[in-house]
């Protein structure tokens, strides 16, 4: 690549910076750079005041094997070392053919592109520079675990921290978790600034467990634990949510210290019970799902997030029972009808539709039995008719003393 005659001269460039002091550089400080020149396999870098940095040309190739870069381009560089006079950087060790400096990477934390080859025991084989081989053990190839990591990471190009460099490069173990928690440990602070108790964030569902599910709001985690997925009772979190799904949520607490940020999903959506008392008044009739049996009854889902009870002794159809069980099993649909409804504790009484109250069902017989006394009879048999209206007698006077 040539330089246009429009473009500046690296002498210009540099004049620019020149008159300002040297900049003393830790081996792994990141800063910004302008290409300024370029050579053969070195790429000049103006790095600031009166410095002047080199970096190997091979780590700005595309995948046709051309430079894509200019002069006068800004990129990110990590400074490796200072050697015969010249100051040596790089964009990422391993994207290019020069590995040369894997231990300085080593030695000062400086990230390294790998391709993941293979999957092998406890782990996965990487390849820098595309001739190094290198391993990452399983536990630190992401944050979250996840189930099929060889279909997840085979064949992708990731950044890796060296933790291990042994037998002059022979033995080199690599994280890139270790770079994943140092973005986010970054990221953090920031967030620490701006998020607050109650505030609605955005976020991506990066794991899912049977106790909540897992959320990266961009830069930390939270949980949304099981009871604040939805307004209804959850079973199987899975159904409801799938990893990378974005959701908003509401932050229930916040706890920097312990590194525990707390969410609602449930609280971001409209409140079911808002509106219920003008679709589920007393009175009204609704078809309804066994959502679970208890000891003393069941409670029945009449819609998402609201939930009824019918109790114990609703059920049996007249006969007493032992366990909601008997009468109903989980699953079912059934028509119920409202007795009651309390708001303010959300609560709801229950009814099976074919359930009648001993109190009306003895006012019924109540009923009968005057219809019964003030008709004429049917026929001349007296004695039938005696012992019919004794034996409504005998069974009002039986449930009077109960």
Not at 170 to 178: D, F, G, K, L, Q
Request: hydrophobic share 35%; net charge negative.
């Amino acid at each position: 690549m040539t330089q246009d005659a429009t473009e500046p001269s690296f002498a210009d460039l540099f004049q620019e910076n020149s008159s300002q002091p040297l900049r003393h550089l830790e081996p792994g400080q990141k800063i910004t750079a302008t290409i300024v020149g370029l050579s053969g396999n070195s790429v000049f870098l103006d790095v600031g005041g009166k410095n002047e940095g080199i970096l190997n040309s091979s780590e700005l190739m595309n995948n046709e094997g051309e430079l894509a870069a200019a002069i006068g381009d800004k990129v990110e560089v990590y400074f490796l070392k200072s050697t015969g006079g010249e100051q040596l950087f790089t964009i990422k060790l391993g994207s290019g053919k020069d590995t040369s400096h894997l231990e300085e990477a080593w030695r000062n934390a400086i990230p390294v592109e790998g391709l993941v080859k293979e999957e092998i025991k406890g782990g996965f084989d990487i390849t820098i520079g595309g001739s190094v081989r290198a391993f990452c053990p399983f536990s630190q190839m992401g944050l979250h675990r996840v189930d099929d990591a060889g279909a997840e990471y085979t064949g992708r190009h990731m950044t890796f921290l060296i933790t291990r460099f042994e037998e002059n490069g022979r033995n080199i173990v690599v994280s890139a978790r270790a770079l994943l928690e140092q973005e986010r440990e970054r990221q953090k602070e920031v967030l620490q600034k701006s998020l607050q108790e109650g505030a609605t964030v955005q976020g991506t569902i990066s794991s899912i467990r049977d106790f909540g599910a897992f959320v990266d709001i961009g830069g930390v985690d939270g949980l949304i634990p099981i009871s604040e997925i939805g307004w209804s009772r959850i079973e199987d979190i899975k159904e409801h949510l799938i990893v990378g799904q974005e959701v908003s949520a509401v932050i229930k607490k916040l706890d920097w210290q312990a590194g525990r940020i707390t969410l609602s999903l449930k609280e971001a959506l409209a409140n079911p019970w808002d509106t219920m008392q003008e679709t589920f008044a007393e009175g009204s009739v609704h078809t309804g799902k066994v959502a679970r049996l208890t000891t003393f009854g069941a409670f029945v889902t009449l819609a998402p997030g609201i939930d009824g009870l019918i109790h114990i002794s609703r059920l049996g159809g007249g006969r007493r029972i032992n366990h909601p069980r008997e009468a109903l099993e989980e699953g079912q649909e059934i028509e119920v009808k409202v007795e009651g409804v309390d708001k303010e504790s959300r609560k709801i009484s229950l009814a099976p539709t074919d359930y009648v109250s001993s109190e009306t069902e003895e006012k019924e017989e109540q009923g009968e039995y005057k219809k019964f006394l003030s008709a004429k009879p049917a026929n001349k048999d007296e004695a039938t008719v005696g012992s019919l209206g004794a034996l409504l007698q005998a069974k009002m006077a039986a449930k009077k003393q109960r």
